[in-house]
């Protein structure tokens, strides 16, 4: 009888999937560099991946997130670390540590998501340009129910980015800067009397980066069209998702 019951019990396990075990990121590398994706977690829940580590291209690591994990994944590019692990990146910079402890530097585009609390509640995840772009990123969901919408962007912002926005190393385009860090004027960032979304509308450098990637926040305001939900699913990060 302890057995079936043991049995049962496993089974459930398996059957549940990430409700038992929490939810399961899986980075892929579809670079043709070597990337260093960093993570943050925004409300005191568990480091995943212990906050940065090499990605070789063609190369993919699964990180698991317990219920009701919030944060946030990106690149970073053109790294340098020594053997203690300090060192410096030439985008996504998070204070020149190979484990990240706080966020990338701008610009940088970002990956992020709540995951729900309780078994069942809606995960809401986005790809946010609000702090520029580096590196092209898709987000897919894996068997989860509900909207479960394709999340990315997918196209090369930094060979299309306004000379204004460019960040330029070695001469090449490396990064494309949001309008409010180029700028740092109210109506870019929505502060001061462009605080709210009846006085803080798109822009030309908004629009911009809409059009090249609809599936991806904008500027501040542009949570309407860019907020995805799934319940109970996996996801898979691709870097350089068009290959």
Not at 6 to 33: E, P
Not at 91 to 101: R, V, W
């Amino acid at each position: 009888m302890a057995s079936l019951s043991a049995l049962f019990l496993l089974l459930l396990v398996f059957s549940f999937g990430n409700v038992a075990f929490g939810t399961v990121f899986t980075l892929q590398n579809h670079c043709s560099y070597t990337l260093w994706p960093g993570t943050l977690s925004g409300n005191g829940a568990a480091v995943l991946g212990d906050g940065g580590f090499p990605l070789v291209p063609g190369a993919s690591v699964q990180l698991t997130a317990p219920h009701g994990w919030s944060g946030r994944f990106w690149a970073r590019t053109g790294c340098v670390f020594d053997g203690s692990g300090n060192g410096k990146c030439q985008t996504g910079d998070c204070g020149g540590a190979l484990k990240c402890t706080g966020g990338g530097a701008p610009p940088v585009t970002l990956a992020e998501f709540t995951v729900g609390l309780n078994s069942g509640d809606k995960d809401f995840y986005d790809i946010s340009l609000v702090d520029g772009y580096n590196v092209g990123i898709g987000v897919r969901a894996s068997g989860g129910t509900g909207d479960c919408q394709y999340a990315g962007c997918v196209a090369d912002l930094n060979g299309i980015c306004p000379a204004e926005l460019q960040v330029i190393d070695s001469g090449s385009v490396v990064a494309c800067k949001s309008a409010c860090a180029a700028f740092n004027l109210p109506e870019f960032c929505c502060t001061e009397d462009h605080s709210t979304p009846q006085t803080c509308p798109p822009t030309q450098y908004s629009e911009m980066f809409k059009n090249a990637c609809p599936a991806a926040y904008s500027y501040a305001y542009d949570d309407a069209s860019s907020t995805c939900t799934c319940s109970g699913s996996d996801y898979l990060i691709s870097f350089c998702p068009s290959g």
